[in-house]
């Protein structure tokens, strides 16, 4: 923050900045002076979801509608693409900036968001050095895929599969594993039954932790909790990695990348150990 | 008529009737049978066989054959014989045939029931919450029905009162889901409003199951009762029957079989409607008979609706209910046309 205090204050650089979406949120905590952020979401300060939430604690908060972000008398608003459309239209019709931020799935859109919402503040050397950072730190915790090589499961409440092409995807990716969701051709958030989970049968199930509101009635848990899930889980690896890791693209994925190497690499010491004995016999 | 040509003709409905049950019996075998063999996976009778000849097959096959498609089977099996039961019952009882669980709002009160145990913490602590909320909500749902449009209320009442009370009801559904925190509310609501059978384990069989068939068993002791009620409340009533137990044992088989089956399913409408009107013509229009009939129609119709949810839809899986009110809509239109004529 001292740098971005040191750096010249452009007159056009934003004083009162309203971010509408979690992801959105992250960035802002992230990039700008505390006293220039107006309000954040509600879901920021929520610590199952939000990386940032220890920043957003004495922010105002807004769910994201019109009225409430006038409040604000925003000189910018901050809102992801995957917003509610009717709202970014309407501010900008009353004359308010809007900086739609695309949801970040790859490195490289992790890497423009900070550097599109950087400059848009003003804050262009903060945003600098938080991608130094991160690519360090990104760089340091990845492996390549080691040999023999796990297939893993991105697999979600509600039957969600999460493709390469998804945040999950690249920090699975990032730890070396091969993605279910390529050897059946699938890309994004698939829909995948259970029974074809069974069939597959992957060395290692990724799922989430069940931190929001979590029932264990609820339905949406209902493939997590099925029997014939935990059978298969019986001898293989089920990874939970926090739900705010999976929530937004931002530089916390290296945490998730962490973990899961871990656990790779873990899983094909033992494989060898496995074989090693088998050659023995 | 004479008296031979009397007994000729009881002969030949009985031997219709044996006709008519064997074919139903046969249904119900073959639509469980289908419901194991088809899925989104590989596994079909080939693994089926395997399984069978050596219970020590390939464990992804076994797992699917018995964890995930078994109990999903049993469940369509009770899910459906509970609708047609309880809509022949509702339809001799309040002798008006768009009587239904679905229509009259026990479904979306049994929703509402098993939604607010889930969504207050209660069935967290012990897991009967479940289908006892729903079974509260479908014994609610009976009685205000009963108070609204009971046996003198009509057709139109009936429906009216229905609608306001299934509307009401999910109202109360949504209000809750989205007053609770959940980030898939939309989702639940859906189910809740749709009704789905995928993914279901024996755990949620030996949760509804018992209650399921402890109504069966109120329900399907009702049939002379509903015989004689055909012929009025008064002739009943000369007849010795107790209109009070008929109604006590009503009212709690329908919400046992009904709110314990929603809980686990969701709600499923029009199978309770559809299935005794299919059947009424073949069994000389006794309730009695339709009682059973109904039960293994609406299994049978249930089962078929389940498969076909699996094969229509390639990607995510279409909700059952959206299939059975596909098809039970329209049905139901055709009724309102024909009864068109009592509502004045």
Redesign the interface.
């Known amino acids: 923050m001292l740098a971005a205090a040191l750096s010249p204050i452009l007159a056009a650089s934003p004083q009162r900045i309203v971010s509408i979406n979690l992801c959105t949120d992250q960035l802002l905590l992230m990039l700008a002076e505390p006293h220039k952020i107006a309000s954040v979401s509600y879901l920021a300060m929520n610590y199952a979801v939000s990386p940032a939430a220890a920043l957003a604690r004495r922010i105002p908060q807004n769910y994201g509608q019109a009225e409430e972000v006038l409040r604000f008398k925003p000189d910018l608003v901050l809102a992801s693409a995957f917003t509610v459309h009717s709202t970014n239209a309407l501010l900008r019709k009353l004359g308010i900036p809007v900086l739609e931020i695309p949801v970040a799935d790859e490195i490289e859109d992790i890497r423009n968001n900070i550097k599109s919402v950087a400059t848009a503040l003003g804050n262009s050397e903060t945003g600098a050095k938080v991608l130094e950072t991160f690519d360090r730190r990104f760089a340091k915790a990845s492996i390549s895929p080691p040999r023999p090589r796990a297939v893993a499961a991105l697999y979600r ?3 969600i599969l999460y493709g390469s092409n998804t945040i999950a995807g690249t920090f699975a990716r990032a730890a070396g594993m091969e993605n279910l969701a390529d050897q059946l051709g699938l890309t994004g958030f698939s ?1 995948l ?4 989970l ?2 597959q ?1 992957p060395d290692f199930v990724i799922a989430g932790i069940r931190s ?2 979590a ?6 848990y ?2 997590l ?4 899930l935990a ?2 889980l019986e001898n293989r690896s089920l990874v939970r990695i926090p739900d705010r890791l999976w929530a937004c693209g931002g530089p916390e994925i290296v945490d998730a990348v962490r973990i899961l190497a871990a656990a790779h690499l873990k899983w094909r010491n033992q494989k060898i150990a496995e074989r090693d004995v088998d050659k023995q016999r | 008529m004479s008296i031979s040509s009397a007994e000729h003709r009881g002969a030949e409905h009985g031997h219709r009737q044996s006709i008519l049950f064997g074919v139903l019996i046969f249904g119900v075998l073959a639509a469980f049978l289908v419901s194991l063999l088809v899925g989104p996976s590989k596994v079909g009778w080939t693994e089926l066989i395997a399984l069978l000849a050596d219970p020590d097959v390939a464990p992804a096959a076994k797992q699917i054959l018995i964890e995930i498609r078994t109990p999903r089977a049993l469940l369509g099996f009770l899910v459906g014989g509970s609708l047609g039961l309880a809509g022949a019952a509702l339809q001799g009882y309040l002798r008006n045939p768009l009587a239904e669980p679905g229509l009259i709002g026990v479904s979306a009160s049994a929703s509402l029931g098993a939604v607010l145990t889930l969504h207050t913490g209660l069935a967290g602590l012990f897991a009967l919450a479940l289908p006892l909320g729903g079974i509260a909500g479908a014994i609610l749902a009976v009685f205000v029905m009963q108070a609204l449009a009971g046996a003198a209320g009509g057709t139109l009442r009936l429906i009216l009162a229905g609608i306001a009370l299934s509307s009401f009801a999910s109202a109360l559904t949504s209000l809750a889901l989205n007053l609770a925190p959940d980030p898939f509310a939309a989702m639940e609501m859906m189910f809740w409003m749709m009704g789905s059978l995928s993914d279901r384990s024996f755990e949620h069989l030996e949760l509804a199951g018992p209650f399921i068939l402890c109504g069966w068993a109120l329900l399907s002791v009702l049939g002379r009762s509903l015989d004689a009620l055909t012929l009025g409340e008064d002739t009943a009533r000369t007849l010795g029957i107790d209109l009070n137990w008929v109604r006590s044992t009503l009212v709690l088989g329908v919400a046992l079989s009904i709110g314990a089956a929603t809980a686990v399913a969701g709600s499923i409408s029009f199978v309770g409607l559809v299935v005794p009107h299919l059947l009424r013509r073949f069994v000389g229009s006794r309730p009695s008979t339709l009682l059973y009939a109904s039960a293994l129609g609406g299994s049978c119709l249930t089962l078929i609706a389940d498969i076909s949810v699996r094969l229509i839809a390639p990607g995510p899986e279409l909700k059952l209910g959206v299939l059975t009110a596909m098809v039970g809509a329209p049905f139901f239109l055709l009724l309102i046309m024909q009864t068109r004529g009592d509502w004045q």
Do not use: M, T, Y
């Open positions: 409440e509600n039957n829909d039954p259970l029974e074809i069974i069939e049968r929001l509101h029932q264990r009635g609820l339905l949406a209902r493939n909790h099925h029997p014939a059978r298969l």
